[in-house]
């Protein structure tokens, strides 16, 4: 390690690891600086995840509820408002979306004469400025939480080349209303560089995406989600596109309330169950995914709607579930329970009694099996290491470079490694990680 990370440009001591068997009562097969807080970045998520699925089980869900208030009349129309009652799920996409209307409008619910109203109150939270963490506000993982988060708050624009024609069809997804953006735009010959530059978007009209230029035709077919800019609209705009699009009308306005106590429960749309969720969240480290589940933690053990989520409350009850399950450890210092955050902490020690601790729950396989396999899928897709086989979720930001998770040998037994780089050259330490991971799967016991 010492020589793969001075090739690298790396001090030694930029590093903080441990290298461990499954079985906590083994000795550490290797440790460095393993007792040292350290920025987890990503990695973080790992025990935002373990916590849930113990506190939450695998089979937890969350609830997005439709109410009427008024009076639903035999053909159809609703005299009164439409109200959606968001519960924090993080994965209305806009399938799903388009799934709970049709539902509606299979209670037989056609034309809405008053208003649709949209209840955001199941979160508690401070304004999210989606620019503070790093100055990239259209960046999907600067997503904040939100409990009507709709499309991971994300707009996904498909261009699609239409050679005969000499332009690149483009569709939006979720459904918008007002519609904005070009339906198409010209396509270029040339080769597929930077096309999204090439595009020229131009976003200083928060409910219009202008694109200036041309897409190339080398290009193919391509997917480009976008956080909404106007991140507040975004749930409004797609739930009054959507509801037009499954055949709804609205007479009124799209509006923020709270749900009116005499309004009456029409439908419970679930969200997938916890166990898919924490899968999502580590795979492809989601992270506004990954703030909703700290955030559910504030309802472990009671009904949602005592009291509205908040980070300061999910935290409290990480805390104590932490200290119940891994005694004197050093408890991580956790803020969204994304990584997204220059003050979250960890030490390798506690990470690895806590992968250890995992290994030995009932939920395991649901946890293993969100991490991403080393050079196979997830964010470890192009990681290569070749002939070694291990689940690990990996964690970047600028000044970290991390990896956490279970190692498989030869033999079939597992080993537990967290290997954390803070540094600001640590995106030089690929190499390194690496190096320690096939080290783990092949060391002798």
Not at 19 to 33: K, S, T
Not at 360 to 377: E, F, K, M, N, T
Request: glycine residues 8%; aromatic residues 6%.
């Amino acid at each position: 390690m010492d020589q793969t990370l001075r090739e690298a440009g790396l001090p030694p001591q930029a590093l903080a690891a441990m290298v461990a068997e499954v079985d906590p009562a083994a000795a550490p097969l290797w440790a460095y600086q393993a007792e040292r807080a350290v920025n987890p970045a990503s990695v973080m998520k790992l025990v935002t995840t373990a916590a849930a699925l113990d506190l939450l089980g695998p089979h937890y869900s969350w609830r997005t509820r439709v109410y009427t208030d008024g009076v639903l009349q035999p053909d159809g129309t609703l005299r009164g408002d439409l109200i959606v009652r968001g519960g924090g799920d993080p994965k209305l996409v806009a399938e799903r979306l388009w799934l709970m209307l049709r539902r509606v409008r299979g209670l037989g619910l056609r034309h809405i004469a008053g208003d649709l109203v949209l209840d955001r109150s199941a979160f508690a939270l401070p304004p999210h400025d989606p620019a503070a963490f790093d100055g990239q506000p259209l960046r999907p993982y600067n997503v904040g939480p939100d409990a009507l988060l709709v499309n991971f708050g994300a707009r996904v624009l498909t261009f699609t080349p239409d050679e005969a024609a000499g332009v690149a069809r483009v569709q939006v997804e979720p459904a918008l209303s007002p519609p904005d953006g070009p339906a198409s735009v010209p396509l270029t010959r040339g080769p597929c560089e930077d096309w999204r530059a090439a595009l020229q978007p131009d976003w200083r009209e928060a409910r219009r995406l202008r694109l200036e230029g041309r897409f190339p035709l080398a290009c193919g077919e391509r997917v480009w989600p976008v956080a909404d800019p106007a991140p507040a609209e975004l749930a409004a705009r797609a739930i009054a596109g959507t509801w037009l699009a499954v055949g709804g009308t609205l007479a009124g306005a799209v509006r923020q309330g709270a749900t009116p106590a005499q309004a009456t429960l029409r439908l419970v749309w679930p969200s997938p169950p916890l166990a898919e969720v924490v899968r999502d969240v580590n795979k492809a480290s989601q992270n506004a995914m990954a703030q909703h589940v700290l955030l559910a933690l504030a309802w472990a053990g009671r009904d949602p709607d005592e009291a509205p989520a908040t980070f300061e409350a999910a935290q409290a009850v990480l805390r104590r579930w932490w200290q119940q399950r891994l005694g004197p450890l050093p408890v991580p210092e956790v803020d969204n329970g994304a990584g997204l955050s220059r003050s979250a902490r960890l030490t390798p020690v506690a990470l690895v009694r806590l992968l250890q601790w995992a290994w030995r729950q009932p939920w395991a396989p649901d946890y293993v099996a969100s991490l991403p396999l080393l050079g196979i899928d997830g964010t470890l897709a192009r990681w290569s290491a070749p002939g070694v086989a291990a689940h690990l979720k990996s964690g970047t930001l600028s000044g970290v470079q991390a990896l956490a998770g279970y190692v498989h040998r030869p033999d079939g037994r597992r080993r537990v490694l967290v290997a954390v780089v803070n540094h600001e050259r640590a995106e030089r330490a690929r190499d390194a990680l690496l190096a320690l991971v096939g080290w783990a799967a092949q060391a002798p016991a």
